[in-house]
């Protein structure tokens, strides 16, 4: 199912499916709120169990490396430089103690490499055997790679708090990687009934409940007509 039918579903059911076009409840208020759920549950999952489920999963397609100087003092430059991804990569759910970032390799999506801690590629050139070797890590939101001289393109999947971030990225054919309308929501159907019962008994019943102010006089409207006084009878 996409996100979209997902959040009209829970529209349909909190409104007995007779929702129509004067819903005072914004889509994108479920949708969020189906996001926010979605992190929470997978970070349960994995920390309960250890797992990642390839249906969770979002290839970023091969993303394009660009020679950039590391220093982090602008007016400072250094005499070295290094491979980062142009593209910010889109936050990651948290995993225990790394980042969920599933794979890191070339653009066949089957080669790997290593995702290491920036504090270990100084110690890097010391490594007799693998100091040759790429080996990707994190500094704020780009992907770098360590010895990437002559390597343009890599391949990114990964686990991501918000999947509409990746519609920012496109496949071979320019393509979006992500669509709210036409792309599978990453998720599993168990997982779904989660979310779903968790966004009907929280947000979506507050909502529900909640009168909105069509009359613009900065008060919630009153549940039906306003009752009608009768005048009075002279006697």
Known sequence: MTLNEIAYNLLNLVRGGKSNQEESISLDQIKFNIKHYRAMFIRRDFAKNGFT???????????????????????LPSSCSVYRTINPIPKTVRHNFKESITHVGDITGTGTIPIVHSNVIKFLPYDKYTNKNYKAYMIEDYLYIYNAEGLRYINVRGVFEDPQEVEKFKDCDGTDCYSDDN???????????????????????????????????????????APQTQPNKEQ
């Not at 489920?53 to 007016?75: F, N």
């Open 53 to 75: 489920s390839r249906h969770i999963e979002q290839d970023l397609g091969c993303l394009e490396l660009k020679k950039v100087d590391p220093t982090r003092c602008c007016k």
């Open 183 to 225: 792309v599978e929501f990453p998720i599993p159907m168990d997982m779904l009934q989660l979310i779903n019962n968790g966004v009907l008994a929280g947000e979506l019943r507050l909502l529900a409940g909640t009168f909105s102010d069509t009359e613009n006089d900065r008060m919630q409207d009153m549940r039906g007509p």
